[in-house]
């Protein structure tokens, strides 16, 4: 294996793969990168087991074809210590590679790529195409439902899911929901996955681009993503995603109709006493007017009220304060819409004239 290559673009490439290096005694491998070059294409790969991660550079000097694995972290050290304009030389000899640059030559320990645990064969069962921006924007809207050390495994992920040409993404930690969907534009066959969360907060760095058609696979265990040069694969959660249709709202009535920005300030003013174990607050709403209470354990309180255009029955709850911000900084439309369910089990927020996003939140026991 032999290549040259500017120091620039090097660096560009193995920043976008090295966090996802670890440091592991009893795999070493898992600390270093991947380098394959073959049919005028060098391949930079990382792991770490979970997550794959595939950064292609199109060669456009000779080259010898090969494949070997070295310490990410080196390698990244000796570019950032390099001039910018400096050109990477590149070779694989007697089991070390030789790299020189400027003047300096370094030679390397490796270990063969055939020890190198990647998805070379990886096979999906269903396929689509998506925008880049629609896909970051539903991961926004919904990844911090997300369960982070849930002993329900299930739940520390995101599901995604194809019915009938709507992809709905949904998450939840069991105490809040949060669900956004899209109309696909072609007929694609059904899925339905857990993305882990170290994978759904990678994708979402990855998405950081330009707006762009992105291609999708859907594997068995895996899924892969293709964005600009990045090849993403991330392994699935098994087990069984709650069936979250059950805490939706068959049928809706009398919404309460809040300026976003308002009730925001209202429930931040409220949270300042809140509970630091609870986080709970009590909301009243009678006689067109919001009232939100608040203790903690010092026996403190805040009181914060606004009038509302409400004629409906009195309402009285308890919730966690947090829960309900996190829904609204999500939300970028002047006015939302709540719902309590009838059961006074859970609140169902929706964003006004935006039916393609729900959020429910489960209420505390008075």
């Known amino acids: 294996m032999k290549f040259n290559i500017k120091n620039t673009i090097l660096i560009k490439h193995l920043q976008k793969i090295n966090r996802l290096l670890i440091k592991n005694t009893s795999f070493p491998i898992l600390e270093n990168i991947l380098i394959t070059i073959k049919n005028g294409i060098l391949s930079l790969t990382a792991t770490n087991l979970e997550i794959e991660l595939i950064s292609n550079i199109n060669m ?6 090969g494949a070997i694995t070295i310490s990410g972290r080196k390698l990244l050290d000796i570019c950032r210590n390099a001039l910018e304009s400096s050109e990477i030389e590149i070779q694989l000899k007697k089991n070390k590679l030789h790299i020189i640059s400027d003047n300096s030559k370094y030679i390397l320990a490796t270990l063969p790529s055939d020890n190198f645990p990647n998805h070379n064969n990886f096979i999906h069962i269903s396929e689509l195409y998506i925008s880049s921006n629609i896909l970051k924007k539903m991961i926004e809207k919904t990844q911090f439902s997300m369960g982070k050390q849930d002993v329900r495994y299930y739940l520390n992920g995101m599901l995604f899911e194809n019915k009938r040409e709507i992809l709905s993404v949904v998450a939840t930690d069991g105490y809040r929901l949060s669900m956004s969907c899209t109309l696909l534009k072609e007929k694609i066959l059904p899925f339905s996955i857990v993305i882990p969360r170290k994978g759904v907060l990678e994708l979402h760095r990855l998405l950081s681009v330009s707006e762009q058609k992105i291609r999708i696979l859907i594997g068995k265990n895996n899924i892969r993503i293709y964005i ?3 090849i993403f694969t991330a392994q699935l959660i098994e087990g069984q995603y709650p069936d979250y249709k059950s805490v939706l709202l068959k049928t809706k009535h009398n919404p309460i109709i809040f300026k976003n920005k308002l009730l925001k300030q209202s429930l931040l003013r409220a949270a300042i006493l809140s509970n630091e174990k609870f986080c709970g607050v009590e ?46 900084n999500s939300i970028t439309s002047e006015n939302i819409l709540l719902y309590v369910n009838n059961m006074n089990s859970s609140i169902q927020i929706e964003a006004e004239n935006d039916t393609s996003t729900i959020y429910v939140v489960m209420l505390l026991k008075r």
């Open 283 to 328: 909301i009243h709403i009678k006689n067109n007017q919001f009232k939100v209470l608040s203790d903690n354990q010092e026996e403190e309180i805040v009181q914060d009220t606004f009038n509302i255009n409400y004629s409906g029955e009195n309402i009285e709850i308890s919730i966690n304060v947090y829960y309900v911000l996190d829904v609204l």
């Open 228 to 230: 600009e040069k990045l």
């Open 60 to 65: 456009l000097n000779e080259y010898t074809s």
